[in-house]
C-alpha cells in the first residue's frame, strides 16, 4: 500500500489544521494506521493510532483531547484532527500502516511496515 499525507501547514497556536492520509494500491481498511511526528533534532514520537476494524484508538499523552484520528474506509483515507495547536506540535507528520499490528505496537514506529512521506506542521506563537 502507498500512502499520502496531506493537510500540513503554517497555523497560529490555538488553531486547527487536519491532516490527511491517503492510501492507494491496496484498502487501507485491512490496515492499522499510525501518526507520528518528528521535530528537527528531535527523535520521531507516536501521536495517535486507530486498529483496522475502527474501533479502538490510541494517543500519545501530549495530544489527547486535542487530536482526534478518525478513519473513512469508503474515501480509504485516515484522519488526524489537530485542535488547539501548540508551539510543540511543530513537526513532520507521518502516517503509517500495517496489517499485523498487535495492541501493544500501535505506539511502536519500528512495528509498522508501510510510511507516506512527511507533511510540515508549523505552530506560530
Known amino acids: 500500500v502507498q500512502l499520502q499525507a496531506s493537510g500540513g501547514g503554517l497555523v497560529q497556536a490555538g488553531g486547527s489544521l487536519r491532516l490527511s492520509c491517503a492510501a492507494s494500491?491496496?484498502?487501507?481498511?485491512?490496515?492499522?494506521v499510525g501518526w507520528f511526528r518528528q521535530a528537527p533534532g528531535k527523535e520521531r514520537e507516536f501521536v495517535a493510532a486507530?486498529?483496522?476494524?475502527?474501533?479502538?484508538?490510541y494517543y500519545a499523552r501530549s495530544v489527547k483531547g486535542r487530536f482526534t484520528i478518525s478513519r473513512d474506509n469508503a474515501k480509504n483515507t485516515v484522519y488526524l484532527q489537530m485542535n488547539n495547536l501548540n508551539s510543540e506540535d511543530t513537526a513532520a507528520y507521518y502516517c503509517?500502516?500495517?496489517?499485523?499490528?498487535?495492541?501493544?505496537?500501535?505506539?511502536?514506529?519500528?512495528?509498522?511496515?508501510?510510511w507516506g512521506q512527511g507533511t510540515q506542521v508549523t505552530v506560530s506563537s
Open positions: 494500491g491496496r484498502t487501507l481498511s485491512g490496515y492499522s
Open positions: 486507530i486498529k483496522r476494524s475502527g474501533d479502538s484508538t
Open positions: 503509517a500502516a500495517d496489517k499485523t499490528l498487535i495492541t501493544s505496537s500501535m505506539v511502536d514506529g519500528d512495528a509498522y511496515d508501510y
